[in-house]
């Protein structure tokens, strides 16, 4: 079964602080992850997935399978980082073309100044 | 181009009536994918369709249905309501070529009094 779990419902930084957001995932087969975020009164978008391997406003995720995680990171927490995140989770190469995201439920983080 | 929109914004009904909730998908995809967002939860997968058919579902009971049009537009039914189908549905559009990288709509907050 595909499962997210975020265990942080709530996380609490200030400004400057590094920021850590946890992500383990249950799958049994080659995962691709991801993160989106949802800024007050805007609609869910894509921050960024692992196989870009790409930054995204100073975020990073690693893909570590050896711990089924994909913790997203920021070294300098900033007051527009407060928002919902989401980590997501779809299966590869199952039926192709026809995958579907499992959701974490999510972690709210609000920043401090 | 507006990215993916949906009708209407919110909607109130009561027990036992049926709803139609509409998705017309970011310019350029052709697969839709419906969403359940129950409060303080993560989105929760309905069903995905692709050339005007159902090509994945998620596990939601068959009150739930759903259509795609030859224009890659969509529509959500849900018959019979129940208390707990109160919720935001989130339609996401994709590329076939891309389907994991998925575009969300605002969402269509269903009330069931």
């Known amino acids: 079964a595909q499962r997210v779990t975020q265990p942080e419902k709530l996380l609490s930084v200030f400004k400057g602080a590094p920021v850590e957001l946890k992500c383990n995932y249950s799958y049994s087969g080659s995962p691709e992850l991801f993160w989106y975020v949802q800024y007050s009164r805007q609609r869910l978008q894509l921050l960024l997935r692992?196989?870009s391997r790409e930054s995204i406003k100073g975020f990073t995720a690693d893909l570590n399978k050896g711990e089924t995680s994909f913790h997203l990171k920021k070294p300098f927490a900033q007051e527009e980082d407060s928002a919902m995140y989401y980590c997501?989770?779809?299966?590869?190469?199952?039926?192709?073309?026809?995958?579907?995201?499992?959701f974490g439920q999510g972690t709210r983080l609000t920043i401090n100044p | 181009d507006a990215g993916v929109t949906q009708s209407p914004t919110h909607l109130i009904k009561t027990r036992g009536q049926q709803v139609t909730l509409r998705c017309s998908p970011k310019s350029g995809h052709d697969t839709v994918s419906w969403y359940q967002q129950a409060l303080g939860q993560g989105p929760q997968f309905i069903f995905q369709?692709?050339?005007?058919?159902?090509?994945q579902r998620g596990n939601f009971p068959d009150r739930f249905s759903g259509h795609q049009f030859p224009n890659y537009s969509s529509e959500l039914n849900v018959n019979a309501l129940l208390l707990g189908d109160s919720a935001l549905y989130l339609c996401a559009s994709s590329s076939g070529l891309d389907v994991n990288e998925q575009f969300f709509g605002p969402g269509t907050r269903l009330t069931v009094l």
């Open positions: 997501a989770l779809s299966g590869l190469g199952i039926i192709q073309g026809a995958q579907k995201l499992v």
């Open positions: 369709y692709y050339e005007e058919e159902e090509r």
């Open positions: 692992h196989i």
